[in-house]
């Protein structure tokens, strides 16, 4: 990967972080200051929110460990199984966040039910992303088990010679 593409994808990362902590500020900033009475308004919608940039971040912070696992050529390494697991683990949860969305938007739109219908099938499309992850995944296993095949038959050779 070129160092164009490793800055690029690094000020995306950050922007999208950034937005994602702004977001979460707001919802906070939303959930501590009422105006009217100035309790706590805890809406499970607020705290869905906060908990689906969360599961956002993590996936960001591990996408960029694995670009500097890339950077430095240490992709293919059994470190990297860790953050792909983890990034696949974010992906269910912002699915499962937004399958929580969806059941409670469900109720408000039980005069148009397609638009429920349109947001279960984009929490199918989230789990189908970590279905492409996983099988990313696996296309990882068999390149680390082909770099260490390499490196034993490249280690059997330099005996021979």
């Not at 706590?40 to 906060?50: A, G, S, W």
């Not at 996408?63 to 059994?78: A, E, P, Q």
């Not at 992303?129 to 990882?140: C, G, N």
């Not at 680390?144 to 010679?161: F, G, K, N, P, S």
């Amino acid at each position: 990967m070129g160092k164009l593409t490793v800055s690029a994808l690094r000020i995306v990362l950050v922007i999208v972080l950034a937005g994602t902590v702004f977001v979460q500020a707001g919802m906070v900033w939303a959930l501590a200051a009422d105006p009217e009475d100035g309790s706590l308004p805890l809406t499970p919608l607020r705290v869905i929110t906060i908990l689906g940039m969360a599961s956002v971040q993590v996936a960001l912070v591990c996408v960029w460990r694995l670009v500097t696992m890339v950077r430095r050529g240490t992709v293919f390494s059994n470190a990297a199984f860790r953050y792909v697991d983890v990034v696949i683990g974010a992906i269910v949860a912002a699915a499962l966040v937004w399958f929580a969305v969806t059941v409670l938007n469900a109720p408000g739109q039980r005069a148009d039910p397609g638009v429920t219908v349109m947001m279960g099938g984009i929490g199918v499309a989230i789990l189908g992303v970590a279905l492409l992850v996983l099988v990313l995944r696996m296309l990882l296993a068999q390149a680390v088990a082909r770099d260490v095949e390499a490196a034993q038959m490249q280690a059997e050779l330099d005996e021979v010679i």
